[in-house]
Nanobody
Framework: QVQLVESGGGLVQAGGSLRLSCAAS????????MGWYRQAPGEQRELVAY???????NYADSVKGRFTISRDNAGNTVYLQMSSLKPEDTAVYYC????????????WGQGTQVTVSS
């Protein structure tokens, strides 16, 4: 079992920044990739960014150049630095772990709301 706990969501104006954090615990050694997905109302959940244990990354086209994913040295915490936020970034953001940076996710966090006002 893996437990994922997100933090850092909130309300921000367009053009602003937020940083999400996710702490992983449990049997995470078998999952080398950590990442973030998001789901807006009425939409499917989509991959936002992933990072491997050696720092290789994968980003959705919609966030390239604006979002940066990183991971602490112990590999148990993943961050998502979001800049130049747009109203269309509004969604529930979910932390995830998996075996590759291309998905799918094997475990999910509970989600954290990010709302970007125009």
């Amino acid at each position: 079992q893996v437990q994922l706990v997100e933090s850092g969501g909130g309300l921000v104006q367009a053009g602003g920044s937020l940083r999400l954090s996710c702490a992983a615990s449990g049997s995470i050694l078998q999952f080398s990739a950590m990442g973030w997905y998001r789901q807006a109302p009425g939409e499917q959940r989509e991959l936002v960014a992933y990072i491997s244990s050696v720092g290789r990354t994968n980003y959705a086209d919609s966030v390239k150049g604006r979002f940066t994913i990183s991971r602490d040295n112990a590999g148990n915490t993943v961050y998502l630095q979001m800049s130049s936020l747009k109203p269309e970034d509004t969604a529930v953001y979910y932390c995830a772990v998996g075996r590759t940076i291309w998905g799918p996710a094997n475990y999910w966090g509970q989600g954290t709301q990010v709302t970007v006002s125009s």
